[in-house]
């Protein structure tokens, strides 16, 4: 299997074994399946995808 990065535009983060489904696409956390909509910066990886 090879390894998913997830769909958030700015996020390098890859895909785990529970990633979140929105709309068909694969994210690494539920805050880069909301577009960070919540006013988010990072995903919890370490990563400033929200910026």
């Known amino acids: 299997m090879s390894e998913q ?3 958030c535009p700015k996020c390098t983060c890859s895909i785990d074994s ?3 489904e929105k709309e068909g ?3 690494c956390c539920e ?3 909301t577009g960070h909509a919540d ?3 990072d995903c919890g990886h370490n990563c400033k ?3």
């Open 5 to 7: 990065t997830c769909a």
């Open 31 to 33: 805050s880069c399946a």
């Open 18 to 20: 529970k990633p979140v």
């Open 49 to 51: 995808c929200g910026k």
């Open 25 to 27: 696409k694969l994210y």
């Open 39 to 41: 006013g988010s910066q």
